[in-house]
């Protein structure tokens, strides 16, 4: 059961939560000497640390830290340089087309980030003359998509300022080091652990203190098999401590065989509440010693995804040209091409011919084709998609036509457009329709198969034409 913090403006802390003087020059002093000898050599560390135009080292940060939200450092390095090639200024960005940034951006989901970068730089330009603002406060305030922890790591990183971040990787370090055992995701929380990191930052190295702390969640204090051993801030750890002598009581206790000894041996354990009433304490019945520092950080129970349904088709041309429409501007995937969807329940497979006949119906009076071309469609395969708060299921049809001519789309959609495959893969699409295509791609290459397969088959092994009997005995001439 994990302790939920009441929501209050000021809840009960007890001392083990908190750091002592001593403890933050410490724990300064350990991550620092550790980050300078481990650092991962990033991109956009680089500009930070050796561009001498504040504008080029916030606009570097900038491009990073909101590529870097929901996706892997791995994952971003290649969009980020490719990013940076192309528009190496917040001026060349500005005049980009929204199109365009989707076309870079595509494949890296969230495409709502890309949409802020391109408005925020559009507003650094035409509202505060090509300047960025140089204080945390001012930056959440005047980029679209900068909240208090992306202002925060652009502040410290790219300007030098004295603010602490709080992202997952440091909520995962202080939980563990200060044994927070409160619902992480609460606010009391979550406000407790940006004080921590206010005070804990480095005054002198507040970019590298900051990025320190997320490079160690990252690669060490990680959700699951930690590297304990190897963590500088091991000594200081509330977590590792307390398993730590967790485990040398169990060794003791193994070869006591006093009971009284037992007692004694067991009652050296820490105790996991610091003070009765606090409610950042993790409760001793909650404790697994089987996890050990994984008892930290604690969650609430997650809410589960929701299931969604729905019919994509691919209406597909004798040239190659198959039909994209234009998402809404606003909303999941805006703007992004996408094969035309058609909403489906959650029904299940007894439903199927219900959902064809939903689907001709569909394409007839929203995409006026006839209902020769309707009846064509037949189902491909079906491809999940995971977003963050959706398992989507996408049923993929295929509809064969000559031409398109004569075909439309809901007035939903933006526009609509024939595309080749390499138009496709060219253009800003989601990798979610990427699967779709490559599952037709798929499906036609079976078919493809079986075709070749059937025509040699109707072949004799040996080709070659088969000799007569006669061919065997010598031929004699007559004449003789």
Not at 135 to 147: I, N
Not at 200 to 208: K, N
Not at 438 to 441: E, F, L, Q, R, T
């Given at each position: 059961m994990v302790r939920s913090a009441k929501s209050s403006a000021s809840p009960i802390v007890g001392p083990l939560h908190h750091f002592t003087a001593n403890e933050l020059t410490r724990v300064q002093e350990r991550l620092l000497a550790w980050y300078d000898g481990n650092k991962r050599v990033l991109p956009w560390r680089t500009i930070a640390a050796t561009e001498p135009d504040r504008n080029k080292r916030v606009y570097a940060v900038w491009v990073s830290e909101i590529m870097l939200q929901q996706t892997q450092v791995s994952t971003v390095v290649s969009y980020f340089e490719q990013w940076m090639a192309k528009?190496?200024?917040v001026g060349d960005l500005a005049q980009a087309t929204l199109e365009e940034v989707n076309q870079v951006w595509a494949g890296l989901g969230y495409y709502s980030r890309a949409r802020r970068l391109h408005e925020g730089a559009k507003k650094i330009v035409e509202e505060l003359n090509g300047e960025f603002p140089d204080?945390?406060?001012?930056?959440?305030?005047?980029?679209?998509?900068?909240?208090r922890y992306s202002g925060?790591?652009?502040a410290s990183i790219a300007l030098g300022k004295r603010v602490g971040v709080v992202d997952g990787n440091v909520s995962r370090v202080l939980a563990r080091i200060r044994g927070v055992g409160a619902d992480i995701s609460a606010q009391s929380t979550s406000e407790h652990f940006w004080d921590l990191a206010n005070q804990?930052?480095?005054?002198?190295?507040?970019?590298?203190f900051n990025q320190a702390m997320m490079e160690l969640g990252a690669t060490v204090c990680t959700p699951k098999t930690p590297s304990c051993e190897s963590c500088p801030l091991r000594?200081?750890?509330?977590?590792?401590?307390r398993s730590a002598e967790q485990r040398q009581t169990s060794i003791s206790s193994h070869f006591k065989s006093n009971k009284k000894s037992d007692e004694r041996e067991a009652s050296n354990i820490p105790d996991i509440e610091c003070l009765p009433t606090c409610e950042f304490c993790l409760r001793k019945e909650d404790w697994d010693e089987s996890q050990g520092v994984m008892n930290y950080p604690r969650k609430a129970q997650k809410t589960q995804s929701r299931e969604e349904m729905s019919a994509v088709v691919i209406m597909k041309c004798e040239n190659g040209k198959m039909l994209l429409v234009q998402r809404p501007k606003t909303g999941l995937l805006a703007n992004l091409w996408e094969f035309p969807s058609i909403a489906l329940g959650t029904g299940k497979e007894d439903k199927q011919e219900q959902e064809m006949r939903d689907v001709r119906r569909e394409l007839e009076g929203k995409y006026c084709l006839t209902p020769t071309q309707a009846a064509s469609a037949r189902h491909i395969s079906d491809v999940v998609h995971i977003f963050s708060h959706i398992r989507q299921t996408y049923r993929v049809y295929k509809v064969s036509l000559d031409v398109g001519e004569g075909i439309t789309w809901p007035e939903h959609y933006q526009g609509g457009h024939w595309m080749d495959k390499t138009e496709f893969l060219a253009s800003a699409t989601s990798t979610a329709m990427k699967k779709v295509l490559?599952?037709?791609?798929d499906s036609e290459q079976k078919v493809k198969g079986k075709k070749n397969k059937g025509a040699f088959g109707d072949q004799p092994a040996d080709t070659k034409k088969q000799k007569t009997i006669s061919h065997f005995f010598t031929k004699i001439n007559k004449s003789r």
């Open positions: 528009w190496p200024t204080e945390r406060d001012s930056l959440v305030a005047q980029l679209p998509g900068v909240g925060s790591a652009i804990l930052v480095d005054p002198d190295r507040p970019g590298d000594n200081n750890c509330v977590a590792w401590n490559k599952a037709v791609d």
